[in-house]
């Protein structure tokens, strides 16, 4: 039986202040992680440097490897891309602007693997006034939409069973439901609060429109393919080869 593993995937987009302090809280976590576990940033087309630093951070540390895009595509994409690469037993994800600890994924653990999410609850958020409120009108238009009864759905700090996390149907905002696309497989979520601060350096890449607009759009997009998502467990099989049948000399 092979022992279990965890990659962390990274999204990094223009986040050069941010990365030296973040690999510093990363090497902490893996110095205590009870299995091993591999780093694994994804450069959304940084225009800052961040790609070089990145580079550097992975030539003298084996626990980071790193894949880089051609141009931006946003964090759905680069949430996928990772996973697609992942060959760990679990996943993880964070962002790399240091508002979640890499420390807290110690609490997770103990909930794997009777649930296949555990996913993050932000105590006492250290957002400005209109990143709490766009995100509360978000959640709780997605919880009466849906009814999945996530708290905090787009929380940086999760881990997921590879396997779940292979199957999730991807689509342009699907970060936002991933706790609810583990569901949709049969999955069980765990939400546990975990620590949230205020941005350590550089910008939010988000504004009021595009935090309420995006997530209130992709809602409906979930819901239709949730619809018409195909979910089956077989009970039972019997599968024989074809016989090679081999001409007569």
Not at 66 to 76: H, I, T, V
Not at 130 to 137: A, C, L, N, R, T
Not at 147 to 171: E, G, S, W
Request: a positive charge; aromatic letters at 12%.
């Amino acid at each position: 039986m092979k022992p279990e593993t965890l990659t962390i995937l990274v999204p990094v987009y223009n986040e050069t202040e941010c990365l030296p302090r973040f690999c510093e809280s990363m090497d902490a976590f893996l110095e205590q992680a009870p299995m091993p576990t591999q780093v694994l940033f994804i450069n959304d087309g940084s225009t800052d440097g961040s790609l070089q630093q990145i580079r550097e951070i992975c030539n003298r540390n084996p626990n980071y490897s790193y894949l880089s895009f051609d141009r931006n595509y946003g964090l759905s994409t680069a949430i996928k891309a990772g996973i697609d690469k992942a060959e760990s037993t679990y996943i993880g994800y964070i962002d790399s602007d240091l508002q979640t600890s890499p420390l807290d994924f110690l609490l997770y653990f103990e909930y794997l693997p009777a649930y296949q999410m555990v996913n993050g609850i932000r105590a006492k958020r250290k957002d400005t006034v209109i990143k709490k409120m766009s995100s509360k009108i978000a959640n709780n238009f997605r919880r009466l939409m849906i009814n999945d009864n996530i708290q905090d759905t787009c929380c940086p700090l999760k881990i997921m069973d590879a396997t779940y996390a292979k199957r999730v149907p991807f689509f342009d905002g699907m970060h936002r439901f991933l706790p609810a696309l583990i569901q949709l497989q049969g999955g069980k979520v765990k939400q546990l609060p975990v620590q949230h601060f205020e941005r350590y350096a550089g910008t939010a890449k988000y504004h009021l429109l595009n935090r309420l607009w995006g997530p209130l759009n992709d809602t409906f997009a979930f819901r239709w393919m949730r619809n018409r998502y195909i979910n089956y467990r077989i009970a039972e099989q019997e599968i024989h080869q074809p016989l090679i049948k081999h001409e007569q000399v």
